[in-house]
C-alpha cells in the first residue's frame, strides 16, 4: 500500500475564509476593550477632575501621597493643606485623589 497520497491530501493547504472576518474581528476586539477599559477610565478621570476643581478650604482630603489634612487655601494649581495643628504644606492640586467624610473615611 502506497501511502504518499495519503500525506499528500493531509499537506493540502486549508481553505481561505472571508477576508473581510479578520477585520470585523478585529474591530470587534477593539469595540469590547474601548466599553471594558477604555471608557470607564477616562470617566474615572472626569470625576477626578472635577473634584479637584471643587475643593473649597475646610474640606477634608487624601493626597496621592497618602496625606491627610484639611484644605486651608485653594489657588488655580496649588493648595495648601493643614496636616498637623499649624502644620500647612503646599501641594499641586492634582495630587489630592479622594474627599474624606466626617467620619474619616475615604468618600468615592
Request: hydrophobic letters at 45%; proline letters at 6%.
Amino acid at each position: 500500500m502506497n501511502i504518499t497520497p495519503i500525506l499528500a491530501q493531509a499537506a493540502a493547504p486549508a481553505a481561505e475564509g472571508n477576508p473581510y472576518q479578520m477585520l470585523i474581528t478585529l474591530v470587534l476586539i477593539f469595540v469590547i476593550f474601548y466599553f471594558i477599559a477604555i471608557r470607564p477610565q477616562r470617566k474615572q478621570q472626569k470625576e477626578l477632575k472635577a473634584r479637584q476643581d471643587a475643593l473649597k478650604p475646610g474640606d477634608k482630603v487624601i493626597s496621592a501621597g497618602g496625606i491627610f489634612g484639611i484644605v486651608r487655601e485653594v489657588k488655580d494649581s496649588t493648595v495648601r493643606l493643614e496636616v498637623a495643628p499649624n502644620v500647612l504644606i503646599k501641594i499641586v492640586k492634582s495630587q489630592i485623589v479622594q474627599n474624606v467624610g466626617k467620619d474619616g473615611s475615604p468618600e468615592n
